[in-house]
T-cell receptor, first 112, second 122 residues
Framework: GQQLNQSPQSMFIQEGEDVSMNCTSS?????WLWYKQDPGEGPVLLIA?????ELTSNGRLTAQFGITRKDSFLNISASIPSDVGIYFC????????????FGQGTRLTINP | GAGVSQSPRYKVAKRGQDVALRCDPI?????LFWYQQALGQGPEFLTY????????KSGLPSDRFFAERPEGSVSTLKIQRTQQEDSAVYLC????????????????????FGPGTRLTVL
């Protein structure tokens, strides 16, 4: 089945630093989405990307839909303590399925 | 407004017991999804409903797993004869509309997730 390879698996940074994480796939995706999950909660959508090459920002978050439709990155600028959590990339596979395919997640830890 | 709710939040079952997990989607949402999230992993798709019709159940791991949405609103995921490998968080998500395939391009197909039910099978 289709898989999303997300890296890094974990990050330990200082407050105020910028963060970058990415997701790749061997197959084409129609959409790329970035979710954040806090302990004991469901994933919350941060950014949605619908077109190849699209670059979208949401506050301190910026994400891009790769031109090949096989990758995406998420950047967080000037990290703050509430950014701590697990970030997942996800996408709709190109076969047109309604389901989302998720990456394995990037666990972000911030040292104050 | 109310989001997606799931109950129970935690369930402990003895191996071999049957369990039923409930999902209340956002009112008026047409699409409903169930995902399974193992510890330390991303969610994995189980099944999808459009109104009361189960259009995709390709992710259900075995015939012990059964889902229904009889009136196109509340959904129940049932697991029969639970096994230890069924231990996971079960997430429900709903979206206002079905994605317009092959190119979803609208906020109306955004999937909103509930808090999940953590199932532990002893």
């Amino acid at each position: 089945g289709q898989q999303l390879n997300q890296s890094p698996q974990s990050m330990f940074i200082q407050e105020g630093e910028d963060v970058s994480m990415n997701c790749t796939s061997s197959s084409i995706f129609n959409t790329w989405l970035w979710y954040k999950q806090d302990p004991g909660e469901g994933p919350v959508l941060l950014i949605a990307l619908y077109k190849a090459g699209e670059l979208t920002s949401n506050g301190r978050l910026t994400a891009q839909f790769g031109i090949t439709r096989k990758d995406s990155f998420l950047n967080i600028s000037a990290s703050i303590p509430s950014d701590v959590g697990i970030y997942f990339c996800a996408g709709h596979p190109s076969q047109g399925a309604q389901k989302l395919v998720f990456g394995q997640g990037t666990r972000l830890t911030i040292n104050p | 407004g109310a989001g997606v709710s799931q109950s129970p939040r935690y369930k402990v079952a003895k191996r071999g017991q049957d369990v039923a997990l409930r999902c209340d989607p956002i009112s008026g949402h047409v699409s409903l999804f169930w995902y399974q999230q193992a510890l330390g992993q991303g969610p994995e798709f189980l099944t999808y409903f459009q109104n009361e019709a189960q259009l995709d159940k390709s992710g259900l791991p075995s015939d012990r797993f059964f889902a229904e949405r009889p009136e196109g609103s509340v959904s129940t995921l049932k697991i029969q004869r639970t096994q230890q490998e069924d231990s996971a968080v079960y997430l429900c998500a709903s979206s206002l509309e079905a994605s317009v395939l092959p190119a979803p391009s609208s906020y109306t197909d955004t999937q909103y997730f509930g808090p999940g039910t953590r199932l532990t099978v002893l």
